[in-house]
């Protein structure tokens, strides 16, 4: 009985499992049959790929059609296998040569008149191909840009099934991709367009500076969304692995742009606050897709009008602002996705929000209820606090003294460059990421130092993880003043912050 085998490649959340697809044509009646743990939508791919070739001038075989994919207790999901099923079929039948699909990996949809469409997770199947050793892959013709991004393994285009039969029997070429121009990072909003704030604009650019997160409260209409839109202008451009890390995972989620995929900017995300739990931290049937807090890594995650968010919503985030992932179990398999982003949290004091405090209507306990819905143990993970005040008609009309984004953006890269030089042994890149107890024991502060902190401990208003986050922004203080360690200044200032009450 003929088998011929084929390739392509299976996503586990941003990682990529090489697929091996078998071909056996053997007798008894006509049918197919689909082998090897595939959902719904593969198990559809039988009806696809048949019409596909059929409407390719090849023909079907005749008689019983077994196709199986290896390894075969892996769930397998989505149309990305039809190119490597009808090339599986084509070469079991004869029709194709089968000698260029050894070291080959297949990617693509089929339509039914043969046109092969782009999927997801192009970039994460070939670098999953690439470690497993394979030299070419075939795509579909509108993914060649996001396949380029993929060095040390030779990838070519095909727009239609029968390019990618006459590519088989060495009768033309396919596409291959053009030469990569340079990265243009989008636009982001200038922090010069914020008027006033000083506060705020001076806590934006230590959020900046050392990664931290960071919690706006004030009435509508202050700045607290400029001022978040704002945080990714102020960041670094994202290096080359981060670029590769991003990327990947707006492949699997189907965001990329065609015309310029590599993500070299940190992303800003910004959900509704009636997003589902699924939404945000990621699920759904089957094995479990990204979220938003996924699409957010190495960027921005802004929750606007957070106290109208649902509790669940935000309670879900406790985990993953501690360990920078999110590990999402369903029937069909655990996925784990990174999400190491900066929160940012925007709300008003109350649910009235008058541009005033003096013109609120609500109760004392109406006011505490609404801000309690963020709750203690979520606020103590937010190291930056800051209240904004109504604008006045004096600082309305000061637009000429407002520093733009490059001269904020310049003593943030500053400041990061002397953090990741200080921790560069221990593999942090900024102080968000240092542990506490690396803090308190290989970089211990003087006891002159610290006396402001233990007095807060001591009578019960910060927690030893508040303390922890205190000395990171005190190391941020101490960069951005060009200092070698924090002093009691800097440590102050840290507690103030998060000291500061916001309703």
């Known amino acids: 009985m003929p088998i011929a085998k084929a390739w392509s490649a299976a996503l586990l959340g941003i990682d990529g499992r090489v697929i091996e697809i078998e071909a056996d044509l053997g007798g008894g009646l006509s049918r197919v049959t689909l082998v090897g743990l595939p959902d719904a939508g593969l198990r559809e791919a039988k009806d696809r790929v048949r019409s596909a070739v059929r409407n390719s001038g090849q023909p079907w075989p005749d008689g019983k059609v077994t196709l199986g ?24 039948s004869g029709a194709v040569p089968a000698t260029r699909l050894l ?62 039969v006459a590519w088989l029997k060495a009768e033309a070429d396919l596409a291959s991709p053009r030469p990569p121009g340079p990265a243009t990072p989008p636009e982001v909003p200038d922090l010069a367009d914020v008027v006033g704030q000083p506060e705020a604009r001076w806590a934006l650019e230590v959020a900046a500076a050392g990664g931290h997160h960071l919690l706006l409260t004030g009435p509508p209409g202050v700045g607290k969304t ?22 990947a995972v707006h492949s699997v989620d189907g965001s990329l742009s065609k015309s310029s995929p590599l993500v070299i900017v940190p992303p800003f995300v910004a959900p509704h606050y009636s997003i589902s739990i699924a939404a945000l931290i990621g699920g759904g049937s089957g094995i479990a897709s990204p979220g938003a807090i996924s699409r ?82 979520l606020l103590d993970r937010v190291d930056l606090r800051v209240r ?28 990061r460059e002397r953090a990741a030089h200080r921790w560069r042994d221990h593999g942090w890149l900024s102080n968000s990421e240092v542990p506490g107890p690396a803090l308190r024991r290989q970089f211990p502060l003087p006891p002159n130092a610290t006396i402001l902190l233990d007095r807060a401990m001591d009578r019960g208003a910060l927690s030893g993880r508040g303390a922890d986050r205190c000395l990171r922004i005190a190391w941020t203080l101490a960069d951005l003043d060009g200092e070698t360690r924090p002093g009691a200044e800097q440590v102050g200032s840290a507690l103030a912050f998060r000291e500061r009450v916001a309703a």
């Open 69 to 92: 994919l290896s390894p075969a207790n892996l769930p397998k999901m989505g149309s990305a296998y039809d190119v490597g099923i009808a090339a599986a079929v084509l070469a079991a």
């Open 103 to 164: 070291g080959t990996v297949l990617l693509g949809e089929l339509a039914l008149d043969g046109r092969i469409r782009p999927v997801r997770g192009i970039l994460p199947g070939l670098l999953a191909a690439r470690a497993a050793g394979y030299g070419r892959a075939v795509v579909p013709t509108e993914s060649l840009v996001e396949a380029a991004l993929v060095e040390g393994i030779d990838v070519v285009g095909a727009p239609h099934l029968r390019d990618l």
């Open 226 to 247: 400029m001022l978040a839109k704002r945080l990714p202008g102020l960041l670094p451009q994202l290096s080359p692995e981060e670029s590769l890390e991003v990327t």
């Open 296 to 377: 957010a890594h190495r960027g921005v995650l802004f929750l606007d009008e957070v106290c109208e968010f649902g509790a669940q919503c935000l309670e879900s985030l406790r985990t993953v602002l501690e360990e920078g992932e999110v590990r999402i179990a369903r029937v069909k398999g655990s996925i784990t996705y990174p999400a190491r982003f900066q929160l940012v949290l925007a709300t008003n004091p109350c649910a009235c929000a008058p541009p005033k405090d003096t013109d609120c209507v609500c109760s004392p306990a109406a006011r505490r209820r609404y801000f309690g819905k963020l709750s203690g143990p």
């Open 388 to 415: 904004l005040r109504p604008l006045s008609a004096i600082s309305a009309h000061d637009t000429g003294t407002a520093e733009s984004s490059e001269v904020v953006r310049t003593r943030v890269i500053e400041a």
